[in-house]
């Protein structure tokens, strides 16, 4: 069985970043793509990026220019790099990979933005 287990996250002023990380709890084999999601309190869970094999990169509208997601392929490990943070993307961000047809979610980590 693996897991995902994420970290980064922290309280923030406005305007200010963190670097988000995800990372599997086994190695040796590839993920179809993995990725970042995120819930705010009181909202359903929404996408914010993800990053194939290949390296190609999706963004949400709300994210584009101020998050970048990059991954290291031979240690199953994904990031999330997030500047010029918002209140509004104060959130759980959930990890997420997709390994042949199962999708696999980490717990969580919380980011807070004040401003």
């Known amino acids: 069985q693996v897991t995902l287990v994420e970290s980064g996250g922290d309280l923030v002023q406005a305007g200010g970043s963190l670097r988000l990380s995800c990372a599997a709890s086994?190695?040796?084999?590839?993920?179809?793509?993995m990725g970042w999601y995120r819930q705010a309190p009181e909202n359903q869970r929404e996408f914010v990026a993800r990053?194939?094999?290949?390296?190609?990169?999706d963004y949400a509208d709300s994210v584009k220019g101020r998050f970048s997601i990059s991954r290291d392929n031979a240690q199953n490990t994904v990031y999330l790099q997030m500047n010029n943070l918002k209140p509004n993307d104060t959130a759980v961000y959930y990890c997420?990979?997709?390994?042949?047809?199962?999708?696999?979610w980490g717990q969580g980590t919380q980011v807070t933005v004040s401003s």
């Open positions: 997420v990979a997709v390994l042949g047809a199962t999708v696999i």
């Open positions: 990053v194939s094999g290949g390296g190609t990169t």
């Open positions: 086994r190695k040796g084999f590839a993920f179809k793509s």
